[in-house]
């Protein structure tokens, strides 16, 4: 599984309407191919910043699949508005957890 890290900054004051169209937005994202759930993190130190992260099945279902989709215009159009800056978008995968130790044992 890939996750989509996307750091966004919001504008001061509007991280409660970005944070509902979040929620408005999550059942795009349950419905695109190959998402395993997507969730809100935001910043302790900088309440403006928020993490995005989404687990996918393949990184093509993510840049291919959903960035090609009418669903993601829509989630651009439910929290776009909010946008301080343009997100920081990355792609990880696990590489240890404390799930998965054998490989250094």
Request: aromatic share 12%.
């Amino acid at each position: 599984m890939i996750h989509e890290m996307a750091s966004i900054l919001v504008k001061p004051g509007m991280g409660g309407q970005f944070e509902q169209g979040f929620f408005e937005a999550l059942p795009l994202f349950k419905q695109a191919k190959g998402c395993h759930g997507a969730s809100l993190e935001r910043s302790v130190e900088d309440p403006l910043r928020y993490l995005v992260i989404v687990g996918w099945e393949t990184l093509e279902d993510h840049v291919v699949g959903f960035r090609n989709s009418e669903d993601y215009g829509r989630w651009r159009d439910l929290v776009g508005a909010f946008f301080a800056a343009p997100p920081f978008v990355d792609h990880t995968k696990v590489v240890i957890d404390d799930r998965v130790t054998e490989e250094f044992q």
